[in-house]
Structures are given as C-alpha cells and as structure tokens.
C-alpha cells in the first residue's frame, strides 16, 4: 500500500503546480545536551531512535518522540546497533576505543570489548553474527562476535574507514573515505575481496543497499551519490544531492534510496527502471541535518540538527557551510511521507 501511494505522490508531485511534498516534518523533539553529534539508528522491534551525542546515546520512542533513556559513559559516542538475537544494544566510544552492550530494558552495561581507535560507524552482519566498528584511526574494522562476545583480528584496510553496510550473504561493504573507494570484505573471514574506486566520487560518506537488487548507493562529500552494483564494483551512475552528507538509508517498501546533507536537504532517488534511477525530489530540512534513520515499516525519517548560531563557507570541491549551533538546542526532526 506504501508503495503505490508513494508511487501516486511522485507523479502528483511531477505534474504543474504540484505542492504535495515528498516527506513533511510530523515532530520536533527537544534533546538538549551538546551539540556534537553523528549516527541515527532505529530499531523497528522496539519502535526506539537512538541518537549518538557528545558522551551518550539518547533513546526516543519513534512513535510517541519521548525520551525514554540514555546509554551513558560513553565518551566520543558514534556509532549504534541492535543484536536482533539478543535484543543487546551495542554502542561505541571513540574517547575510550571500546564497543559496549547495553541491556535494552535498564539500558545498563552488559559488557564491552575493545576496538581500534576512533571507533565510528557500527553495522550488524547477520551472516557471521558480527558487529562490525570502523576505526577512523586505525585504518581498519574491528569484527565483535555477539556468540563469543569478543574482539577479533582487526581487519586492516590501509586508510580510513567510514559507514559500511551488509548484504546478508557474506560480504560486508564499507566506504573508505580518503581514498574515494569502497572495499568488499567477506564478513566470515574478514579478508577484504575488493577494493573498487569510486570516481568521480569524492570522500564517500554514507553507504546504503537494496539487497534484492545487489545495488549500493554511496553519498558523498563533493555533492554527488554513485550506484555501484555490488557483485563486480560498477559504478552504474552517478546523481547530484546536497552538500555535506554523512549518511544514506534505504526504504525497502518505495524502493528508494535517501541522502540527507549539512546544507539542509534530503535528496530523494528512485530506480525507475532496472538500472535506471533518478532524483525524484529534494526535501528542505534543516541546516546540520547530514545523518539519518528511517522506519522502514512506515516510512517515517529521522534527522537530527541544532540551531544555528552562525555559517562559515568552505571551499574546495568537497567544500560545504561549516556551522555554529545554539548550546543545548540539539533536537530530533521526524517526518513522515507525502499523503
């Protein structure tokens, strides 16, 4: 039904005069805290929006927008994920180079494991059963088993890694930021497979997958996303979207893919034929708003931004606004799709 009424919003939206948007804001809710921030994450057994902030993770209810808890120590907080076994939330911490499992009832520690420095993005392969925690400085992914509930043998990629993704079948995908490129890994022996360039991609971001068509879809720095077919490293095209992203989701139900950006927009794109996408619309957001979740049930998006003091422009190809924000004033933003 999400589908053919999103599919009836793009061609309304297409035609003369059209004003239905896409996605429209539903809810603003107040987080305070510092403003320093970086990964979403939702989980849709819980209904729950984790947001990663200065030296903790927020829990909201998606539905309701209440603040339900917080993981707490955790210093230089990143990245966020759920063991769909356990229920177990894993979080890491950059400050303290650890990933720890939080008890998704009292959200105390369970346990934690080391990783390598600047821990950042998490993904949860479920082909091997691993938690899977980029490490700006290290250069490399540290794999956490959540059977063993131990570290593994880092897996070295000879430069910066950023967001990564799974497809479920063996292979774990993951940007790698400073040499515009995306490495394959095979997620059970952690051997990397490939290593595909990703011109005219600058500074890969955010990553994102549609599973059933093998297609990856990276957001990137210099204003731009590539498609990549996920079996032989092809770059299929290439699209324009905004400027400072540092995040890319997936609704498997409209089949597509979202690329929020610091400037303030979301960027819409659609496959409109087997290998044939294209931007379907841009959505204004807020200025800072370069990370997201979505619930992939309703559709529904979450961003996060705080208020801006002040802008500076950068230059440069990658170049995007750098800005000051209100302290205190971070906040989450839901929106929901176009009626």
Known sequence: MKLAVALLVTAFCAGAGAQTPLYHLVRTVPLGGTTKWDYLYFNPATDRVFVSHGDEVTVVSGRTGRVVGALADLPGSHGIRVDPATGLIY?????RGDVVAFDPKTFRPVFSAPVLPDADGINYDAFSKTMFVSGGDGDGLTPVSTVT???????ALGTSPEFHVSDDAGSEYVDLVDADALARIDSKTGKVVARWPLAPCQEPKGLAIDPKTRRLFASCANGLAVVVDADSGKIVTALPIGRGTDAADF???TKRFLAPAGDGTLTVVAETAPDAFSVVGTVKTEPGARTMAIDPATGRIFLVTATVLSTTPETGPTGHPHYVFAPGSLKLLIYAPGA
Not at 91 to 95: I, T
Not at 149 to 155: D, L, N, Q
């Open 91 to 95: 979080a890491d911490s950059a400050g």
């Open 149 to 155: 509930r131990m570290s593994g043998p880092t897996i």
């Open 251 to 253: 609704d498997p139900e």
